[in-house]
T-cell receptor, first 114, second 113 residues
């Protein structure tokens, strides 16, 4: 069974540009969540999607947005990139909004903004 | 406001001894708690969970204890092995209502052979 796939694995962008990250959940999983990990800050919650609807949103500026498609794949977009957006972006999937055992994470996309 | 706190950024333990990782939470709506382990360049991996209706859950070498009155949980690893060296994240969520999974900042465990 394939795991959660995130593409690309690594990305270098220039300040002011925009970026789109992709996440393919485990087959059959309908919930996708996104997290930002930076040194010393742990995993900060970005969004949670279920059945193409955003169910929860973290405390991030409007430059961060996301969406989920009918096949449960999800994308997140960051516009007008800032140096502080450099981070590991993690996607996690689960069968539903609340699942015992938690989420299955992908390996992440490492975004570097220069 | 940090709703899930792991106050020890790092911990070193001798192989074969017990590792105890601590976590505190502030949101009284949290009633489901999880521990994840993370190796460099990989996503976090689910380790063990506990519901607020229990105060202990065991899975092999891993035991999680929950003290609801103190809003505190701990992960015990016995015996500790070098392969346990990783960053451990505590996470929590409320199951009634629509709340996301909230993570602590993590504790880096080093098991020394």
């Amino acid at each position: 069974k394939a795991g959660v796939t995130q593409t690309p694995r690594y990305l270098i962008k220039t300040r002011g540009q925009q970026v789109t990250l992709s996440c393919s959940p485990i087959s059959g999983h309908r919930s996708v969540s996104w997290y930002q990990q930076t040194p010393g800050q742990g995993l900060q919650f970005l969004f949670e999607y279920f059945s193409e609807t955003q169910r929860n949103k973290g405390n991030f500026p409007g430059r961060f947005s996301g969406r989920q498609f009918s096949n449960s794949r999800s994308e997140m977009n960051v516009s007008t990139l800032e140096l502080g957006d450099s981070a590991l972006y993690l996607c996690a999937s689960s069968t539903g909004l609340f699942t015992l055992g938690g989420y299955t994470f992908g390996s992440g996309t490492r975004l570097t903004v220069v | 406001d940090q709703q899930v706190k792991q106050n020890s950024p790092s911990l070193s333990v001798q192989e074969g001894r017990i590792s105890i990782l601590n976590c505190d939470y502030t949101n009284s709506m949290f009633d489901y708690f999880l521990w994840y382990k993370k190796y460099p360049a990989e996503g976090p991996t689910f380790l063990i969970s506990i519901s607020s209706i229990k105060d202990k859950n065991e899975d092999g070498r891993f035991t999680v204890f929950l003290n609801k009155s103190a809003k505190h949980l701990s992960l015990h690893i016995v015996p500790s092995q070098p392969g346990d060296s990783a960053v451990y994240f505590c996470a929590a969520r409320g199951t009634s209502g629509n709340t996301p999974l909230v993570f602590g900042k993590g504790t880096r465990l080093s098991v020394i052979a």
